[in-house]
């Protein structure tokens, strides 16, 4: 089945260390992304990727680092530099980006927990 | 920023009444999408609206959207305990190209 795997589902880590997150797809997706959502928030976004080897930053894309190396994935790294780590994390993809007419594909996020 | 704002903020029912949540938005959209969020999930997509179209349905979910108010609303009927979630509306505002969401209306059914 197509879809998007995020892993792990909770991941705990001590302030000051850096983690990372990981996002693989299978829908042949050309653009991905990566938001945050806070309890009772909206989804923000940190940063997003229209293909290989490219990305943009988000709204909230201080203390964050992305890569796109493949077009499988799009792993996402919380630096110690970001200062309130501590949130769900959810990936999603969509065949273009630009215009709202793609619906994106969501993966069923990574709970970070940063004591 | 975020330019989609849903109205109520949560909403409890009792199952089979219909359930009804509204998104205001401030600038132009070319079209506006509908999410729902199991707790502790990711999004599901459920449908998408045009700027041109006025009303859309898909089994039990009716979505309307009147572009002259800036208002979009998301009506679910004969609702189910399985209806539970929270439903984000989101589009793309003004010129931007990044889809951007509502905070979400948190809807309870009751069996």
């Known amino acids: 089945d197509g879809g998007i795997t995020q892993s792990p589902k909770y991941l705990f880590r001590k302030e000051g260390q850096n983690v990372t997150l990981s996002c693989e797809q299978n829908?042949?997706?050309?653009?991905m992304y990566w938001y945050r959502q806070d309890p009772g928030q909206g989804l923000r976004l940190i940063y997003y990727?229209?293909?290989?080897?490219?990305?943009q930053k988000g709204d909230i894309a201080e203390g964050y680092s992305v890569s796109r190396e493949k077009k499988e994935s799009f792993p996402l790294t919380v630096t110690s530099a970001q200062k309130n780590p501590t949130a769900f994390y959810l990936c999603a993809s969509s065949p273009r980006t630009g215009g709202s007419s793609s619906p994106l594909h969501f993966g069923n996020g990574t709970r970070l927990t940063v004591t | 920023s975020q330019q989609g704002e849903e109205d109520p903020q949560a909403l409890s029912i009792q199952e089979g009444e219909n359930a009804t949540m509204n998104c205001s938005y401030k600038t132009s959209i070319n079209n506006l999408q509908w999410y729902r969020q199991n707790s502790g999930r990711g999004l599901v997509h459920l449908i998408l609206i045009r700027s041109n179209e006025r009303e859309k349905h898909s089994g039990r979910l009716r979505v309307t959207l009147d572009t002259s108010k800036k208002s979009s609303s998301l009506l679910i009927t004969a609702s189910r305990a399985a209806d539970t979630a929270s439903y984000f509306c989101?589009?793309?505002?003004?010129?931007?190209?990044?889809?951007?969401f509502g905070k979400g209306t948190k809807l309870t059914v009751n069996p």
């Open positions: 989101a589009s793309i505002w003004g010129g931007s190209e990044k889809l951007v």
């Open positions: 990727s229209q293909i290989v080897n490219d990305f």
């Open positions: 829908l042949n997706h050309d653009a």
